[in-house]
């Protein structure tokens, strides 16, 4: 049964330090997203890829986070320096896209950052 | 700037009721739109998902309607059960290759025995 791996699950580090988020996406999927999950602000798309290529990160603080996919089976997320507003948890999903034609997105279990 | 919005955001109910729950959107202009679940501590899980043109789809005690024109949305869970207690989320699509979802914040249902 294909899923999307994300790694770690928790992390908790002091303010000032890096985070390295990954995830692996569904062999296959041409188009990976990372979302934030927080109580007060919901779901929110921080950026996507499409065949490794950025399509968007209007949703992410470009001053401390940035995106990549080094390779179809590693998408990357990393905040340095991070701030105990960035505690959320954060996922990761891929699926298929075309021009007519999207698939349901599938989603990592997601990782729990705190940060003190 | 989509919108979206789910009513109500918590609700209980016993268990073999039949229930609705609720999704608006504010952009009509929408390539499709999916319902997902997500239990504590887990990521989502799609349940449906309905192309702008269809105006339904069902999957098993689920079934999900989509009005485009008034921006309305609904889930229908038959004969509800505990293991159906958890978040429901509805997302829509603004669009073809732009595959972004814009969520709602969820309706957390708690299903009792």
């Known amino acids: 049964d294909a899923r999307v791996t994300q790694t770690p699950r928790h992390k908790v580090t002091e303010m000032g330090q890096e985070v390295t988020m990954r995830c692996q996406p569904i062999?296959?999927?041409?188009?990976v997203f990372w979302y934030r999950q927080t109580m007060m602000q919901g779901l929110e798309l921080l950026a996507y890829f499409r065949n490794r290529a950025p399509l968007d990160d209007s949703g992410m603080p470009k001053d401390r986070f940035s995106a990549e996919m080094p390779d179809a089976t590693l998408a990357t997320l990393k905040i340095q320096p991070s701030e105990p507003r960035d505690s959320a948890v954060y996922f990761c999903?891929?699926?298929?896209?075309?021009?007519?034609?999207?698939?349901?997105?599938?989603f990592g279990n997601g990782t729990r950052l705190t940060v003190t | 700037k989509q919108e979206v919005t789910q009513i109500p955001a918590a609700l209980s109910v016993p268990e073999g009721e039949n229930l609705v729950l609720n999704c608006s959107f504010t952009?009509?202009?929408?390539?499709?739109l999916q319902w997902f679940r997500q239990d504590p501590g887990k990521g989502l899980t799609s349940l449906l998902l309905i192309q702008s043109s269809q105006r339904e789809q069902t999957s098993g005690r689920l079934n999900a309607s989509l009005d485009k024109s008034s921006g309305r949305s609904t889930l229908y869970i038959a004969a509800s059960q505990p293991g159906d207690s958890a978040t429901y989320l509805c997302a829509v699509s603004s669009g073809g290759s732009n595959y972004k979802l814009t969520f709602g914040k969820g309706t957390l249902l708690t299903v009792n025995p």
């Open positions: 952009d009509s202009a929408i390539y499709n």
């Open positions: 062999l296959g999927h041409n188009t």
């Open positions: 999903a891929s699926g298929s896209t075309g021009s007519s034609y999207n698939s349901p997105l599938h």
